[in-house]
């Protein structure tokens, strides 16, 4: 609603002149009549402050006097306090001042106020014989009304304004008011500007001025209205406030934010000045600075489109995708069809794994303009990425609606990477229109190299060479094509061609190292390498190219130090610390690479660091840690798969199998192709007792995934839960046959034993051992196993074999331990015990590793100090009926009949060996009882 205040400044004057009269007794050294006199001539010399001290002085020295607080109330209303102007006028009125001329000031006070209710009260209840002042006081309640939106009844109070037959200020300011209201603006600018002929310094008019032209959308004549009103009513906040917005609209920015700074000062959380400062902030490129005062302005409630933009966009800015996204969802609604922030949401539902809500966002863009074109062309090939080949290449036909030629790449692009051939006349079609489309000769000049057309290829580059002979990315695929051609030195020519004419292509300097690594080794490449990430240090694709060379070629340290050179050059540079904290884990330094990670602030951890954080925790098991990382990391990449993975696998190794699942399942839902999470699903449902539901989700896959070493291992464990063993050897056999290795050899290995057939269990692991020699260390401990139960003398020789190799190896300690004890050689039993505690000790200690040094200590003779070890060992599993029997078999040695007793008691198990024994030692406590 339009809104209008204050009188003439010379009705202060006039009216102080002739409201002077004899005052009280004097008090002090000035009477009342004085300090009137001397508030005139301050007024006449433009001294308004000091008129305002004299007028209270007269006040103080007689409050009953009605006079100064009028002439004061007055002073308040003209500079626009209109609280204050209030507040002197309504006493005046008390005071039984004159009520014709206080009841129009009370009025503009209470409309300045917006005190509505308030002011139409006053009029109704205002007597009055004055004809103008009836006009005047009909008139303010007309534009109470009109505040209230009460069109039809301002309308009748101002037709009794003007039938009274006065022209007056407010008479012509509510009726310029109400025909804006019924949008006449240009009538109700013709009324205003006559108004402000007439009364040039009523703030009232300028206002009301200002506002009509800002409904016209002319902001640089509504600016100069606004600084008129302002200039007349200096106090009146929210005038400055109009004059700033329309200075900002007009985008004379340096000239609103004098303003809007001072208006800050006032009130630094006002919700319309954090607008307009937020809009200033980001016009002159502080982006920054203009997001806190944008996000100041939400906090307290502006749902200004504009605010939300600059947050927004800030936010997707400095990588913030998930505020971005609440911000664009809100306005997404309120903006046009081709607004950008459109594409923005979009994107930030991307990122942010909503794939569901970006395509649901993406079928309201309808291709048919180059922008949007271009936009579904980019995100069609996002969804290729994902594997969502079907969407993609739909999205990639309504983005070439619009027939340009860069859609038309795109679409192409996409049917070859399905596979499909008909790409190949698409990007044919596009280089008719346009034959300079460099994307377009790429795509097909790989994709003829994927499908082995080498020749094919070699055409598409050598007619692009014709066109282009300087072309580097022709060049470079030249060279590629004579290296897959088994031709090193045309090759090398065609890289060196390319760096001739640009000596900082890194693509040429890295294509060079490799042909060294081929030809040379691993250390010439890596000297070459060092000229690349000496042009582009920070280049990822440069340092996983140069760290794999510095490994081979022994040049780690080499290349550390390089790496402390250009970080004492750039000390701040996270992407500087992550690769000196990569060569510090490759050197086996975790501690000092996760220390010098975490003086990365977490604003700026990206999720390169994230994931070597998270790997780094993993290597030390410290997998409350790692698990913390990895999940930033999903949440910085929740496109990317191997995130999902390490968190699904990671979540599962320490038996939060429904996190699992519940990853599991959100990665499914984004990688439609992707089988891995399928099986992954399985296997999870498999190990959370779920069989059933897990065979249903095998069933469902095609015959090619069912042949492979993953599907097959899954099947078999359902199998052996089953004890359908036949079933399980035969898919773990296939397995085997599909992918030999140590793990597969060693499952097939258990499925033997399992089904009874232990000799050809043990004649299995021994073939593989043979065959791969140190390749299949890990499968003696496997053999040695079967071996304690069925052939213990040759399991002690196979123990024997692994620690000449692998003296420090835990589990061939503690399990020969065991052989010896058995065999009743303590001395060698606790021997390799004792060692194998004492290196367990360093891992925080492992409950059958103690079970075995404790229980050996109490067969050799060492009663007492075999508790404390089978404590712990009992306190760490006391659910092992074994290492429970060990236990409570040394408390009984130990006088402790009782908590034997209470021990025993709580042994649950069908071993008939184990109940044996059990048996034994209950009647051990019976006889000491």
């Known amino acids: 609603m339009l809104m209008t205040h204050n009188k003439s400044k010379t009705f202060t004057r006039l009216a102080l002149a002739s409201f002077i ?323 923005l949401y979009t994107i930030t539902q991307f990122k942010l794994g909503d794939i569901d809500d970006a395509m649901s966002t993406l079928s309201n863009f309808n291709g048919q303009t180059e922008q949007d074109s271009t936009f579904l062309s980019s995100m069609s090939v996002e969804l290729a990425r994902l594997g969502r080949e079907d969407e993609a290449l739909a999205l990639a036909h309504k983005a070439s609606a619009n027939g340009s030629s860069n859609s038309q790449v795109k679409l192409g692009l996409i049917q070859l990477a399905n596979n499909d051939t008909g790409g190949l006349d698409t990007l044919q079609q596009a280089l008719k229109i346009n034959p300079d489309l460099k994307e377009a000769k790429l795509g097909l000049a790989y994709f003829y190299l994927k499908m082995g057309k080498v020749d094919d290829s070699e055409k598409t580059v050598d007619d692009w060479l014709a066109e282009s002979p300087a072309n580097a990315q022709a060049m470079l695929l030249k060279g590629l094509i004579n290296q897959i051609k088994q031709q090193p030195d045309k090759a090398k020519e065609w890289y060196q061609k390319v760096l001739a004419a640009d000596g900082e292509n890194i693509q040429a300097h890295l294509a060079i190292a490799q042909l060294a690594d081929k030809q040379k080794g691993p250390e010439a490449a890596y000297s070459l390498a060092i000229k690349a990430y000496q042009l582009e240090p920070t280049n990822p694709m440069v340092f996983r190219h140069i760290i794999r060379f510095a490994y081979q070629a022994d040049k780690m340290a080499d290349f550390s130090q390089i790496i402390d050179e250009q970080r004492a050059a750039d000390q701040d540079n996270d992407g500087l610390k992550i690769q000196k904290a990569t060569t510090l884990a490759i050197s086996t330094e975790y501690q000092d690479a996760i220390e010098l990670l975490e003086t990365i602030s977490p604003h700026n951890q990206n999720s390169s660091s994230l994931r070597l954080l998270g790997d780094l925790y993993n290597q030390q098991r410290d997998y409350d840690n790692a698990l913390t990382y990895y999940s930033q990391w999903l949440l910085k990449e929740p496109l990317n798969p191997n995130a999902y993975i390490k968190n699904i696998q990671l979540n599962e190794l320490v038996n939060r199998a429904d996190n699992s699942l519940k990853l599991t399942e959100k990665a499914r839902s984004l990688f439609i192709n992707d089988t891995r999470f399928t099986l992954m699903q399985a296997g999870l449902l498999l190990k959370t007792g779920k069989s059933e539901q897990s065979q249903v989700l095998l069933n469902q896959q095609s015959d090619e995934i069912k042949q492979t070493a993953y599907f097959l291992r899954l099947q078999a464990m359902i199998y052996l839960q089953n004890k359908a063993y036949p079933e399980a050897i035969q898919a773990l056999e296939q397995r085997y046959d599909t992918l030999p290795n140590p793990d597969s050899a060693a499952d097939l290995a258990v499925a033997y034993e399992m089904s009874g057939k232990t000799d050809q269990a043990i004649k299995f692991l021994k073939s593989v051992i043979n065959e791969y020699g140190n390749k299949a260390d890990s499968l003696q401990i496997r053999l040695a196993d079967l071996q304690v139960k069925y052939r213990p003398d040759e399991a002690i020789g196979q123990y024997e074999t692994i620690l000449q190799r692998e003296p420090n190896n835990i589990i061939a300690l503690n399990n020969i331990a065991w052989l010896y004890l058995e065999k009743g050689d303590f001395n060698k039993a606790c021997s390799s015990a004792n060692k194998a505690h004492d290196l367990a000790a360093k891992r925080g200690n492992i409950p059958e590793v103690l079970d075995t040094y404790g229980y050996c200590l109490l067969k050799s003779g060492q009663i007492a100090p075999s508790l404390q070890p089978l404590k712990e060992a009992y306190a760490k599993k006391h659910d092992d009926a074994e290492i429970a029997l060990h236990y409570a078999e040394s408390l009984l040695e130990n006088k402790q009949a009782d908590n034997a007793k209470d021990v025993l008691e709580k042994i649950n198990t069908s071993d008939p060996r184990l109940m044996a024994i059990k048996g034994q030692l209950q009647n051990k406590l019976t006889a000491v009882n």
């Open 21 to 343: 009269t004899l005052s009280l007794a004097a008090c002090n050294d000035k009477s009342t009549e004085e300090y009137l006199q001397q508030a005139q001539t301050y007024l006449e010399d433009q001294d308004t402050n000091a008129a305002i001290i004299e007028l209270k002085n007269a006040i103080k020295q007689a409050p009953k006097d009605s006079q100064a607080r009028q002439i004061l109330g007055q002073i308040y209303l003209e500079r626009g306090n209109f609280a204050s102007a209030e507040k002197e006028l309504e006493k005046a009125l008390r005071l039984k001042g004159d009520s014709d001329s206080l009841s129009p000031l009370v009025a503009q006070a209470l409309l300045g106020q917006d005190k509505t209710e308030a002011l139409i009260e006053l009029v109704d209840n205002t007597r009055t014989t004055e004809q103008s002042v009836k006009t005047e006081l009909l008139a303010f309640k007309a534009l109470a009304l009109l505040k209230q939106g009460k069109m039809e009844e301002a309308q009748y109070s101002l037709s009794l304004a003007e039938n009274a037959g006065q022209d007056t200020l407010y008479q012509s300011i509510g009726r310029a008011t109400l025909d804006a209201a019924n949008e006449n603006i240009d009538s109700a600018l013709y009324i205003v500007n006559n108004i402000v002929k007439e009364h040039s310094t009523s703030s009232d008019a300028w206002l009301l001025k200002g506002h009509l032209e800002t409904a016209k959308g002319d902001n640089k004549s509504a600016a100069r209205s606004y600084q008129k009103a302002v200039d007349n009513a200096p106090d009146a906040i929210q005038y400055t406030l109009y004059l700033a917005q329309a200075l900002v609209r007009d985008e004379a920015y340096k000239d609103a934010d004098k303003y809007v700074s001072n208006l800050l000062k006032m009130s630094n959380s006002h919700v319309i000045v954090n607008e307009l400062k937020a809009n200033i902030l980001y016009a002159e490129g502080d982006s920054d600075e203009a997001k806190v005062h944008a996000d100041l302005a939400i906090q307290n409630g502006s749902q200004n489109v504009s605010t939300y933009l600059i947050s927004g966009v800030v936010a997707f800015q400095q990588g913030k995708f998930e505020q971005a996204n609440e911000h664009f969802k809100k306005i997404d609604p309120l903006v046009p069809d081709n607004h950008f922030v459109k594409r």
